[in-house]
């Protein structure tokens, strides 16, 4: 398939725009275990003690694909803060997604459903 000048450039520009939009995904993470999680400024954070079942939602904004960026997380299941609230992390994206890979479990909630459910 042969494109045109005019295919070609406006291919290019679009892939232009496709870069200028940064991708941002939202991935909610069930803790599995007994830890404790920072939130807030490095010199102001605060430990959340996290049990099994409660769970982290982390907006994550992919400026480089292979190691994306915490923009926002909130918490849930825990009893002393608002599910709404958005807090903020001082890790960076890769000791974020380490730690996330050792505590928690990506949160499907089909995968609990049954086939008679679905």
Known sequence: MKLTFKQYLDSKEQLRKAIANTPISIVEYEVRKYCSFPVGEEDDKQLMGLKPKHRIVVEWCYDDIDNPTPNSIQLSGLTNIDESEKFTTFWTGAKLKKWLE?????????????????
């Open 102 to 118: 050792r505590h928690t479990s990506e949160y499907n909630p089909t995968m609990y459903q049954s086939s008679k459910t679905k």
